[in-house]
């Protein structure tokens, strides 16, 4: 089963603007940093798109689209984008960032 549109929309709305105000992340593991705070959505989107080795990929390598994945891999990714921030000290809020989303949406 492939993703929903509100997950996708969580996905844009809520996960990669979360991730869009850290200054500075590190990924110790592949020995990279990226500076989220000063990359645009799509830019940011694609990197974290490559920099998870367990995200799906075509045949030639290219990321799929969020709206191609399926929930678990989809599901999988946001862990991912978890673990990388908790390792730099970071917390996603997206509990909080959700609801604010989502009462921004039904005010209009």
Do not use: W
Not at 1 to 28: D, W
Not at 35 to 46: C, E, M, N, R, V
Not at 71 to 78: M, Q
């Amino acid at each position: 089963m492939q993703i929903s549109y509100n997950f996708n929309r969580f996905m844009h709305g809520v996960v990669l603007r979360e991730i869009k105000k850290i200054r500075y992340l590190k990924i110790a593991e592949l020995k990279i940093a990226i500076k989220p705070f000063y990359l645009s959505f799509d830019t940011l989107k694609q990197i974290l798109k490559y920099l998870d080795e367990d995200y799906p990929r075509k045949k030639g390598g290219e990321p799929f689209s969020y709206t191609e994945l399926k929930e678990l891999d989809f599901l999988r990714h946001i862990a991912f984008l978890e673990c990388i921030c908790a390792e730099n000290g970071y917390t996603l809020n997206l509990e909080k960032e959700y609801k604010e989303v989502n009462n921004g949406l039904s005010q209009h």
